[in-house]
């Protein structure tokens, strides 16, 4: 009779301990996921930055041989990420598709000048920056007219600042309910074990000596649920990745690195500190209160 009771204590101590690391986890996914959107921030704004396009239309006396040696020139420049060359036949043939076969007829030579699309360096695409980059196009002999949609440049630049800034808010206040979620479970948990801590405190055991298998334990419980935390946030990710695997060009093994460090991070030293104000709450409770 003793055995089965033994037994079925020890299964709910089990059922327990694995339903508090899976609540663990849950929290720390949605943080893992909140910090991943943060640290991922300036990676998707480089990645935009450097996908506007500067257009350089040079001026209709330029021959082909010299906007391609020009275009060549311009890959040298530091604030040049890429460069595609346009010639006239490529130019005719994208604006037949936007504006009709027929849109050439009124005129007796074409009017489709060379041009060179530069996609710059992220740090360069800025309203200022921009400006300055345009400013030093517009030196060049060749060089006839600029579109450099500053407008979108500064419309990009304003949205990427609030979202990053939103998103800070959100991972810290997520942190800070993750930490009260946390701290309940564990809570939860060592008052299941207050008359243990309690016969301990009779024999004449010290804090440090009570506490230490209580930290130990939360030091792997904290480990195992960044664990599932992370194994649930890959499984997330691998579908994401099979839907849309062009978000992932701007992502970085860096990135997930630091995501998971981060998660890794939260649980241990959550269920680690919690755990340890926690017992030290309980060792200065008076048997009323113990019992009560």
């Known amino acids: 009779m003793k055995g089965k009771k033994h037994s079925s204590i020890k299964r709910r101590m089990v059922g327990a301990y694995v339903s508090s690391i899976l609540s663990i986890s849950l929290v720390l996914l949605l943080v893992g996921v909140s910090t991943l959107l943060l640290a991922s921030a300036q990676s998707v704004s480089d990645y935009f930055k450097e996908n506007l396009l500067v257009s350089v239309m040079l001026k209709q006396s330029t ?20 460069v595609a060359f346009i010639d006239r036949e490529q130019g005719t043939k994208e604006l037949k598709e936007m504006l009709g076969e027929d849109f ?3 005129f007796q030579s074409s009017p489709v000048p060379i041009s060179v699309d530069i996609n710059l360096k992220a740090e360069y ?7 300055l980059v345009r400013n030093l196009l517009e030196k060049d002999a060749l060089v006839d007219e600029i579109e450099s949609q500053k407008n979108m440049v500064e419309a990009l630049s304003t949205n990427i600042r609030k979202v990053t800034m ?3 808010v959100f991972v810290a206040l997520l942190l800070f309910i993750s930490l009260i979620l946390i701290n309940n479970v564990v809570r939860l948990h060592i008052f299941s074990r207050r008359f243990s801590i309690n016969t301990m405190q009779l024999v004449g055991a010290t804090r440090s000596f009570i506490r230490k298998p209580f930290i130990i334990r939360a030091m792997f419980q904290g480990i195992a649920a960044a664990v599932v935390a992370l194994l649930l946030m890959a499984g997330i990710l691998w579908f994401v990745h099979s839907s849309l695997p ?8 860096e990135i997930f690195i630091a995501t998971g460090g981060v998660v890794l991070l939260c649980g241990v030293v959550i269920c680690i500190v919690g755990t340890f104000f926690d017992v030290n709450k309980l060792l200065s409770m008076s048997k009323d209160e113990l019992y009560g």
């Open 63 to 82: 021959t082909e041989e010299q906007g391609r040696a020009y275009a060549k020139e311009l890959e040298s420049r530091p604030y040049v990420s890429s």
């Open 104 to 106: 050439l007829e009124v």
């Open 125 to 131: 695409v800025s309203a200022d920056s921009l400006e």
């Open 166 to 168: 939103m998103l800070a």
């Open 246 to 253: 062009q978000l992932f060009e701007v992502l970085n093994r």
